[in-house]
């Protein structure tokens, strides 16, 4: 796609060249010698477009926590059809090549941690287009986000139990940062250490983090409701683990706390046992929360850094409701062809990050592929290169609009995919298993912020693309402003995109706008490039004036070019 804006060539990339070529030519007198005057300018534009970072990317780095006595992979699945390049980056360096219609599975160097220290114990993976990346252990795996989703503000949430009763987080850092860590509330009379000091419940921990440096914690204790605050983007990681066998252990990527949402559904399929831990965290004042299950909806207050532990019986699906951001997370077990019990932590997705793409595939065994999706994705979503889903074909549950289509079996080569242009935002998840061994892959999601504020607005035009949920729905942004019920919640633009027709509007915000699904992405150009673009401008149109100037300031220093013999004589006889 190619967009037009104010007379500049804008290609549908982050990066655009333009370059443009002036040429003054001028004729010397005399022998008539020809100079050209040429001046190439190369104007790099950065469009600001209105396409919200997701979990896929070229870049990741990743820590490998427990390694010892654990064997750790890496796969990497490609999101186009195109051949990937692929280069990992530990204690040494290693280059591959994905083939169309291929994945990535290797084992990883362990780069274990150091409880308590700084270390550079990270593993860099780099690749020539876009890719997923998920890290295995032999219980659970956790989904990779790339660096440039990496957030600010982190609040730690991670279950245990009598057999994973040792928690810990690890953050990890692109950049040169510094990371404030205040300890939960929760610790009671446990103490944390890190370096050679001890810390209590509610202390402050302060770190200096290096490019490419981790700082981990652990402890015989939960870490949920520690929070971490960083100068520049990190990400974290948080678990559970045994301490007599590491091998029992589970983990998760935690989500920065401004993509915290407020409507959360999961679909349980048939490898999932029915027993689930919920833990919600907030952050700001008590939250009231509703839990629906199938023939059951259980409300509970959620207060200021408490998090929120439910023990549930899930038959089919768990969908929760706050009024205001949280952070969800769900501790189960699956089960393998020997009903075997293995465990895992996954953090939900809220409602307003679904996804719109999808590109899976995975190594033999069993699979079980879950959906929540509106009506008419699946005319977008194929399975092992056909269009073999028809999930609208059988009753399904219906929760927010959204259908529940668990326990969809797919056979070799186990691929599931979107088509390019679909626009309907769904969610999935992939439970795969062997005779020993099962894991649950939690697909991708839009990693973008999320506005906590909630403004009832009945009146048309409401908000025009302030980044904020105006009707309530946990939506932003959704309406077109076209005096038409988009949403089809009985009202009329009073959620709406950014309009042109609204002279007293309230811009946009690159950094927080969360991308309507019902239209195509907008490009627009942040005031810093317009004014480098300006001054570009102005410097091409003075190389122009000043080229001019000289061939003027010549040609009236020599005259015409055919200057005509003087004929008068010089003194009269």
Not at 91 to 116: A, D, Y
Not at 185 to 191: C, I, K, R, S, T
Not at 283 to 297: R, S, Y
Not at 432 to 437: D, F, T, V
């Amino acid at each position: 796609m190619v967009i037009q804006i104010s007379g500049w060539l804008v290609v549908d990339t982050r990066w655009v060249m333009h370059s443009v070529m002036l040429e003054s030519l001028a004729t010397r007198t005399n022998k008539q010698s020809l100079m050209t005057w040429s001046c190439l300018v190369v104007i790099v534009l950065q469009t600001i477009a209105q396409e919200t970072l997701d979990s896929k990317g070229k870049e990741f780095i990743f820590a490998t926590p427990l390694c010892t006595g654990n064997t750790v992979y890496v796969l990497v699945i490609p999101q186009s059809t195109e051949t990937v390049n692929v280069t990992i980056s530990a204690q040494t360096q290693e280059s591959s090549e994905i083939l169309p219609g291929h994945v990535f599975r290797s084992k990883v160097q362990c780069m274990e941690l150091e409880w308590g220290q700084v270390s550079t114990s990270v593993i860099k993976l780099f690749t020539t287009q876009e890719v997923t990346v998920y890290v295995e252990y032999s219980e659970d795996n956790y989904l990779v986000f790339p660096v440039d989703s990496y957030g600010s503000s982190y609040t730690v949430a991670v279950a245990t139990s009598e057999a994973r009763n040792n928690s810990y987080f690890v953050v990890i850092s692109k950049y040169n940062t510094t990371i404030n860590i205040t300890l939960s509330e929760q610790l009671m009379n446990q103490v944390v250490s890190a370096g050679s000091r001890i810390y209590s419940s509610g202390s402050m921990i302060y770190v200096v983090l290096h490019e490419n440096e981790v700082f981990s914690i652990q402890c015989s204790c939960n870490l949920s409701g520690t929070t971490i605050i960083s100068a520049d983007n990190v990400t974290v990681l948080a678990g559970s683990f045994n301490m007599l066998d590491s091998n029992y252990h589970i983990i998760e990527q935690l989500l920065p706390m401004s993509t915290w949402g407020q409507r959360y559904i999961f679909s349980k399929n048939n490898w999932v046992s029915e027993n689930i831990s919920v833990i919600l965290i907030g952050k700001g004042p008590p939250t009231m929360t509703t839990i629906f299950l199938k023939d059951e909806v259980i409300q509970q207050q959620l207060l200021e850094k408490q998090p929120l532990y439910m023990y549930l019986k899930v038959i089919d699906y768990v969908a929760i409701e706050t009024n205001s951001s949280v952070l969800c997370v769900l501790s189960l077990d699956t089960l393998d062809l020997q009903n075997g019990r293995h465990g895992a932590m996954i953090v939900l997705t809220p409602l307003a990050l679904f996804h719109s793409q999808l590109h899976f595939m995975a190594d033999a065994g069993s699979i079980l592929l879950d959906l929540i999706l509106q009506e008419g994705t699946n005319n977008n979503i194929f399975v092992n290169q056909t269009n073999a889903l028809r999930p609208f074909e059988r009753p399904l549950l219906s929760v927010w609009g959204m259908f529940l289509v668990p326990n969809l079996q797919i056979d070799s080569p186990y691929l599931v995919k979107t088509v390019n242009d679909n626009r309907y935002p769904f969610f999935s998840s992939i439970t795969w298993r062997k005779q020993n061994s099962c894991r649950i892959y939690n697909m991708g999601m839009r990693i973008t912020s999320i506005y906590d504020a909630c403004v009832k607005t009945t009146s048309p035009n409401g908000g025009n693309g302030d980044g904020i949920d105006n009707d309530c729905d946990n939506r932003i942004d959704e309406e077109l402003h076209n005096g038409k019920d988009d949403d089809l919640d009985s009202l009329i633009d009073e959620d709406t995109v950014f309009s042109k027709d609204i002279e007293q509007s309230v811009p946009r915000k690159d950094a927080t706008y969360v991308l309507t699904h019902y239209q195509e992405e907008t490009y627009t150009l942040s005031a810093s490039v317009l004014s480098v673009v300006v001054s570009i401008i102005v410097a091409i149109l003075a190389v122009v004036c000043f080229i001019s100037g000289m061939f003027l300031a010549d040609r009236l220093r020599r005259g015409p070019l055919l200057r005509p013999s003087r004929v008068s004589p010089a003194f009269n006889t």
